[in-house]
């Protein structure tokens, strides 16, 4: 069973009937819903039939704030030691609220106040490395003397 915000309430552990009409007059849930358990141990509750808003698959959907008009049928062993709750209580314990931080402990927006100076990068010189395997091939080759600029005959030889 859960309200219509998806709070659970528990499950369904018993029905009760209008001997007169034959019809649903309530409905007893536990936290957990099998009937093997004696009302003893678990915490048993009462929620009239009028509460129930719809029904759907292994699913019983109750008005909001139908937690607060819950009849307390039986108290468990657990909640006489203090150690069992109803799930709508523990639920509202373990809501964490973070504490709040003072205005001048807070980060800012992280939305630079002036935009970051660039800082221009000199290109690198890239340097021709020596190659021992190709040191005859990498030299120009000589001018001939005389003759400026110098022209190439037919055969591609230079004069």
């Known amino acids: 069973m859960v309200t219509e915000t998806g709070e659970p309430l528990g499950r369904v552990r018993d029905f009760?009937?209008?001997l007169a009409t034959g019809k649903v007059s309530s409905i007893i849930i536990a936290s957990l819903g099998l009937p093997q358990i004696p009302d003893q141990l678990i915490s048993t509750y009462e929620l009239s039939i009028?509460?129930?808003?719809?029904?759907g698959?292994?699913?019983?959907i109750v008005f909001e704030g139908a937690e607060e008009r819950l009849n307390?049928?039986?108290?468990g062993l657990l909640e006489r030691l203090g150690i069992g709750r109803p799930?709508?209580?523990?639920?509202?314990?373990?809501?964490?609220?973070p504490p709040t931080t003072r205005p001048e402990n807070q980060l800012g927006s992280g939305i630079p106040v002036r935009p970051p100076v660039q800082v221009r990068q000199p290109e690198p010189v890239l340097e021709e490395r020596w190659n021992e395997d190709d040191w005859q091939d990498s030299?120009?080759?000589?001018?001939?003397?005389?003759?400026?600029?110098?022209t190439l005959s037919r055969a591609g030889i230079r004069r």
């Open 139 to 150: 030299r120009p080759a000589p001018l001939p003397v005389g003759k400026w600029p110098p």
């Open 57 to 60: 698959p292994n699913r019983l």
């Open 50 to 55: 009028d509460e129930v808003v719809s029904s």
């Open 87 to 97: 799930s709508w209580e523990r639920m509202e314990e373990d809501l964490y609220y």
């Open 16 to 18: 009760q009937f209008d």
């Open 72 to 75: 307390q049928l039986s108290v």
